[in-house]
Antibody, heavy 116, light 107 residues
Framework: QVLLVQSGAEVKRPGSSVRVSCRIS????????IDWVRQAPGQGLEWMAW????????KYVQKFRGRLTVIADKSTRTAYMDLTNLGPDDTAVYFC?????????WGQGTLVAVSS | DIQLTQSPSAMSASVGDRVTITCRAS??????VAWFQQKPGKVPERLIY???SLQSGVPSRFSGSGSGTEFTLTISRLQPEDFATYYC?????????FGQGTKLESK
């Protein structure tokens, strides 16, 4: 059984940083890329980043202008998403996803709320 | 960046109806399109991958077609559990992009 288990909800102050983790089990961690997607309240899905867990190569959407970093730790089968300098517009549910042809399996989502 | 335009943005239909949702890409994305269903408060679920391949476990009333710049998701006979929001995604080139979504409501 493939499982992507994400870390719990976070409440953050503007200007701070957040790390969301995604632990993957049920298949070879290095077999598929891992994507990060977010969804602001009442809004659509927004693709953020991708990482190849085998070699660490990453791709990002330009809008995050260096605030976003994704990493993959093969030893713990866990992917991480770090987002810095948080603002109210970063309030969203953050998802990790992976699998055959991409986006086959999803984590349960992690709510990050940014509020002063 | 490749833009995906879904149409309609919202629609209402009745159980048993045939429903078609269109996704147009601003550039050729070959067959690298997937379709997702999302219900309120839930995780998106992939219905279709590679434009026309049915995800395992997804009912056969769902189908996808298209290549290049125009794609469709069809629900042949709408069931009560199909009322949801649907998204297309292109993963032909980075940055990947989603369509804006189509909210399917009960008439």
């Amino acid at each position: 059984q493939v499982l992507l288990v994400q870390s719990g909800a976070e409440v953050k102050r503007p200007g701070s940083s957040v790390r969301v983790s995604c632990r993957i089990s049920g298949y070879d961690f290095t077999s598929y890329g891992i994507d990060w997607v977010r969804q602001a309240p009442g809004q659509g899905l927004e693709w953020m980043a991708w990482i190849n867990p085998n070699n660490g190569i990453t791709k990002y959407v330009q809008k995050f202008r260096g605030r976003l970093t994704v990493i993959a730790d093969k030893s713990t089968r866990t992917a991480y998403m770090d987002l810095t300098n948080l603002g109210p517009d970063d309030t969203a549910v953050y998802f990790c996803s992976s699998g055959n042809y991409g986006f086959d399996h999803w984590g349960q989502g992690t709510l990050v709320a940014v509020s002063s | 960046d490749i833009q995906l335009t879904q149409s309609p943005s919202a629609m209402s239909a009745s159980v048993g109806d045939r429903v078609t949702i269109t996704c147009r890409a601003s550039q050729d994305v070959s067959f690298y399109v997937a379709w997702f269903q999302q219900k309120p408060g839930k995780v998106p679920e992939r219905l279709i991958y590679a434009a026309s391949s049915l995800q395992s476990g997804v009912p056969s009333r769902f189908s996808g077609s298209g290549s290049g710049t125009e794609f469709t998701l069809t629900i042949s006979r709408l069931q009560p559990e199909d009322f949801a929001t649907y998204y297309c995604l292109q993963h032909s080139s980075f940055p990947y992009t989603f369509g804006q979504g189509t909210k399917l409501e009960s008439k």
